[in-house]
């Protein structure tokens, strides 16, 4: 398990969309880097002089490490739902080896001292964390914290996710400093004015239950609103990122402030793009997030947008809750999902299995491009002397998963008993071997 | 989820041959002499837990429970634990524990029903969730107007309500009675028309289910009805919503010139609490066509069927355990 260990990974399909391979290669990788990337056969005489330890790879799909750019790890401060070890334990057993950490931790991640305090090797992670910090001190959407110093602690990008930075001002500024820093300002676009009370999407399945409804608009406005500040900077070009895209307005927002050539990426979440509102069933809690499960046609949207490219990269908000959280009345409980473990077999079902994507894209949304997104370097490729994070799978297993055998320390998904497609037999961060399973017969 | 038989948590938990035998149960006990009655239920357990003010639901269903000889117990959110942060599915726990066979509950968040009822498997009565149901009100709605209309008939089915219209006219929105009415009457033939301004009367609530349309216009509605129930403005749930009372009153006000003019036969409905001079005057709550006193009577005899259906479907189960356990006797026996 030391990094020094040289492995070789024979036998397999390469698929490394950032180098443009999808075709059979060994790959040698040593001292958590990749030292080469050959034809068959060819790295045998160099992987013996290293002594390596061998990876029979033969019918499986060797990709660049999964990338999660939405994650809440829970840690410091809530423990009980997961934390940095449990959190990417679980990230790599779905095949993640980077996952970015949202701050809304207790306390809110907006110092240096907690953004490296998560980096610390004694938090256990077993894949890497890139810590997001808090746009504004304690989230509170007043003053800007300090985005040099976070950058230069570790911190990948600025957001107050859970909470929109609301304020026109500040949100201006935000984008202006960041922009500066050279940070992305991350956006969790709710106009929190139309959506006090709410519990689920505004509609009619909403009124039927009596709950109050998130109208579409309080997530479009926003979105519509930033990219509105996005084009009137002055002497800078700042980068806005929407986390966890939900409806159909504020993608096409996205669509036309791109061909307007403003840098603003999104990505969307899998269940926004699996589930709709009608997942809510009887109350079922762990159909509650935020943003909510949309209506068909916003759902079907996410989709498209997977397909035709306007979307960047798939994120998972993985958000751990404890089971007395979740069990309580719908309106009181919190929002959220797991959604390490599941992320790529529901992934590989829907986009390859039934729209018949190619396995090389899927892994472009869930690598590559999450990794270019937040500008993450030497990550999402396997390209010679870029880190050696590696995902193992064998593309045509299809198994089911079970909540309760979940790394993660929470079991709150609606994906219990779904079957996946495509089951990680290798996961491998920076040359070690963070996660392995057998296969199963 | 796995259900428990005998909830009624949403009309829709009830076919019509339930609603049908609820209200056989409903008349029959009505007329059962009082102290055969209290022989029913003799000292089963019911609890009453009540996490939001009541006086008609709480009352009617305690006195159902114990016309029928059953032990109650109330519960409510002050003056009990919960008040120190004990939970749903943990209150739940402990009446269970302490014996209860059945809960009523009622709730302000929609759908707590379904979380007690996954918590304790035992059946549970929505007296009244959130904005989401009151089957019990829907139910006693129901037997008020057959009264009237069908000559108290019990034996309902799809057409029986054929030709009647009833408008729902007030604060739709907040309205867990305008929900069970709009979700049961149209399954029996009726047709229900909701009226009141857009801020508590959204479009999309005529998509709950068929047989319900939006009229804005109040008098169109009366004229076309035979039932007319108000609703009173829910201003616990407003939640910043401004309603302007004068202009409300204006145009959605039952009182006694408007139904001369428009529904002079109609049948007036009211789930209470009602406030006078605002969504009513009190010339038409205490006149002719004002059947809100003769709603409560229904509700006591829906309440004293659906607790005993509630119990029947617990004692069934009980007594599926006492049966496999005779043959071990039987065994130790031989």
Not at chain 1, 79 to 107: D, H, L, Q, R
Not at chain 1, 303 to 328: M, N, R, S, Y
């Amino acid at each position: 398990m030391s990094p020094a260990i040289a492995i070789l990974i024979r036998g397999g399909r390469l698929i490394d969309p950032a180098a443009g391979v999808d075709a059979e290669r060994d790959i040698l990788l040593r001292d958590g880097r990749v030292v080469a990337v050959e034809a068959p056969g060819k790295l045998k005489a160099a992987a013996k002089q290293e002594n390596a330890e061998e990876i029979d790879a033969t019918g499986l799909v060797v990709a660049p490490g999964l990338v999660d750019i939405h994650v809440h790890l829970r840690e410091p401060g809530q423990g009980y739902k997961e934390t940095i070890a449990t959190g990417t334990a679980a990230a790599a057993a779905g095949g993640f080896t980077s996952v970015c950490a949202m701050p809304n931790t207790v306390p809110v991640n907006d110092s240096p001292e907690t953004t490296r305090w998560m980096q610390s090797p004694e938090r256990g992670a077993l894949i890497r964390v890139f810590p997001i910090a808090a746009a504004t001190r304690g989230s509170m959407g007043e003053k800007l914290t300090e985005y040099g110093s976070l950058k230069a602690a570790g911190a990948v990008g600025v957001s107050d996710d859970g909470k929109p930075i609301l304020g026109e001002a500040i949100m201006h500024q935000a984008l202006t400093v960041a922009a500066r820093a050279g940070l992305p300002v991350i956006q969790h676009a709710e106009d929190t004015r139309l959506t006090g009370g709410c519990s689920m999407n505004a509609g009619a399945k909403a009124f039927r239950m009596g709950l109050r409804g998130m109208p579409s608009e309080a997530e479009s406005g926003l979105v519509e609103r930033d990219i509105r500040l996005l084009a009137s900077l002055n002497g800078v070009r700042a980068h806005l990122h929407v986390a966890h895209l939900s409806t159909t307005a504020a993608l096409e927002a996205v669509r036309r402030a791109r061909r307007n050539g403003l840098h603003v990426t999104c990505e969307v979440a899998p269940h926004h793009f699996l589930l709709t509102e009608e997942a809510v069933g009887d109350y079922d809690t762990n159909a509650k997030m935020n943003p909510p499960l949309r209506a068909r046609a916003d759902r079907d949207a996410m989709l498209q947008g997977i397909l035709d490219g306007v979307v960047d990269c798939i994120a998972t908000d993985h958000a751990p809750h404890a089971a007395h959280e979740k069990e309580q009345e719908f309106e009181r409980a919190p929002n959220g999902i797991t959604g390490l473990e599941t992320a790529l077999g529901l992934s590989l079902s829907l986009f390859h299995k039934a729209h018949r994507l190619p396995i090389s894209r899927v892994i472009n949304l869930l690598s590559s491009q999450p990794a270019a997104v937040l500008a993450l370097k030497g990550r999402g490729t396997l390209a010679v002397g870029s880190f050696a994070d590696v995902t193992i799978f064998d593309a045509k297993k299809e198994w089911v998963f079970r909540a309760a055998g979940s790394k993660s320390k929470s079991k709150n998904t609606p994906f219990d008993g779904w079957t996946m497609l495509g089951e990680v037999r290798w996961t491998i961060s920076e040359g070690r071997i963070a996660y392995r399973k057998e296969p199963t017969v | 989820m796995v259900r428990s038989r005998g909830s009624v948590i949403s009309v829709l938990d009830l076919s019509i041959e339930d609603v049908a035998s609820i209200l056989a149960q409903a008349r029959s006990f009505e007329n059962e002499d009082p102290l055969i009655r209290m022989k029913r239920l003799l000292k089963r357990r019911v609890a009453l837990l009540f996490y939001e003010s009541s006086t008609r639901t709480r009352t009617s269903f305690e006195l159902a429970a114990k016309s029928l000889g059953a032990d109650t117990a109330l519960i409510s959110s002050q003056s009990s634990s919960i008040e120190k942060g004990e939970s749903l599915k943990d209150t739940g726990i402990t009446l269970k524990a302490l014996g209860a066979e059945c809960i009523i509950l009622r709730h302000l968040s929609s759908g707590a029903p379904y979380l007690l009822e996954a918590a304790t498997g035992l059946p549970i009565l929505n007296g009244g969730d959130g904005m989401h149901e009151h089957p019990s009100q829907a139910l006693l709605d129901l037997r008020t107007m057959l009264a009237h209309l069908r000559d108290g008939t019990a034996e309902v089915d799809e057409t029986t309500l054929q030709g009647v219209t009833v408008t729902i006219c007030g604060d739709i929105l907040h309205s867990r009675v305008a929900r069970s009415n709009a979700l049961l009457l149209p399954r029996l033939g009726a047709q229900v028309i909701f009226c009141g301004p857009a801020a508590l009367l959204p479009e999309i609530a005529s998509q709950i289910g068929p047989g319900v349309t939006i009229e804005r216009d109040f008098e169109k509605a009366l004229a076309d009805s035979q039932v007319v129930m108000m609703l009173r403005i829910q201003a616990e749930r407003l939640a910043g919503l401004q309603v302007d009372l004068e202009e409300y009153k204006s145009r959605y006000q039952a009182n006694g010139p408007r139904l001369a003019k428009f529904a002079p036969k109609a049948l007036l409905l009211h789930p209470g609490p009602i406030i006078r001079g605002l969504e009513l005057t009190s010339e038409v709550a205490d006149g002719p066509q004002s059947l809100i006193a003769e709603q409560v009577r229904h509700g006591v005899a829906v309440r004293m069927a659906l607790v005993a259906r509630a119990l029947d479907h617990s004692n069934a189960e009980n007594t599926g355990t006492k049966s496999s356990e005779k043959p071990t006797k039987k065994a130790r026996r031989a």
